[in-house]
DNA sequence: GTCTATAGAATGATAGAC
DNA sequence: GTCTATCATTCTATAGAC
């Protein structure tokens, strides 16, 4: 699952530099978005001359889609996982908690993806409708077996996605708010959300 | 509640410029971000001149603040409206039905915070972490005692108001990726994310 | 491969006529 | 209040020396 060809053949010294503008950039795009990400600011970061950072992506955009690239495989890859013949609740929490343990070890690519598609999936669209559509389409008929089944409450499968998604994510893309509201002197935060997720998706809010 | 003070008296012409680029400023600034918007889109969008534009707001900053202020008095209106003496679930499903109905209503809106959040929060930082820390506060303690009164799963208040915030949302911010993901002939998408919601708040996945 | 210098375009903001 | 013209800055991208 990629949205780029494979990597051409690449002295060391390349690929080193390539992985170090790559780094960089992610650390920035990620912060600012596409068009608040300035190449000053990645050749900065990562330690270089912004002639430099040009002379291996000929042009912004291209340092862009490298990044997205890179970081979708990655981030996609537990929605894979989910195993049609497990207990269908144990399967979607425990996606559900890779994916909160992935905001919280790798929250640029979060924010990264949530820029893009926030300011209208420029690049990665014709991913979405179609290399993902495809993954969550084969998911969703799963999901929609075990509720046939009688093994799952009666859900729109997508929509338990998209709650999995928005909720964990979100302790990613939404940092700033959350360090605002929860009391800074405790080291809860992600225990406590886990917890409160689990039982939220296990069985509700009711006592 | 609002992070600016009262406007000051105007003429009629110039409340209803001023209006008009606050709508225009809207659309542009939750499409793009602050950076990626640009005072002549602004104009056009509202179908002034760049320089008009800047008579009435010094500044591109002046009009990011003043779009800001006006949307967030109406964004958070909702929390405060969560009655400590009504249905615990009920009120908390309540809630999240005005969310939704909101992200649906009013998805620039959701989608000018979440450029602003992500971006850092850099200009309503302060907002969050007084005026609206407080109220958040205020509306924990009550799920709190709901929860010691045995009313409540034993969940952590402000995840719970997490997890209602992102999943109601989502539908606006992610709009690209559910667009994609979505069969485009079915016209049931926010009453079947109205379904799924209810049911897992309610009664969690377990069948 | 890396640097300095700079061209060329976009953008925020102002001046001044009407 | 609104417009045209323009300045000043920032930014992408390239040229050319080393």
Redesign the pocket.
Known sequence: MTIASAPKKR?R??AQ?EAKIIRAALDVFSTHGYRG????QIADTAG?????V??YF????DIYGAVLARTLDVWLDPLDEMNPDGNPIDELWQYAQRKLQMSREAPRASRLFANEILQGAPVIRSFLHHELKELVHRKCQVMQGWINDGKLAPVTPLHVLFLIWSATQHYADFDPQIQALHDADDNTLYHDAERTLKTILTRGLAP
Chains 1, 2 share one sequence.
């Open positions: 002295t010294i390349q530099n990400s300035t190449v000053d270089m001359s912004k002639a430099n040009l002379y000929n042009k912004k955009q």
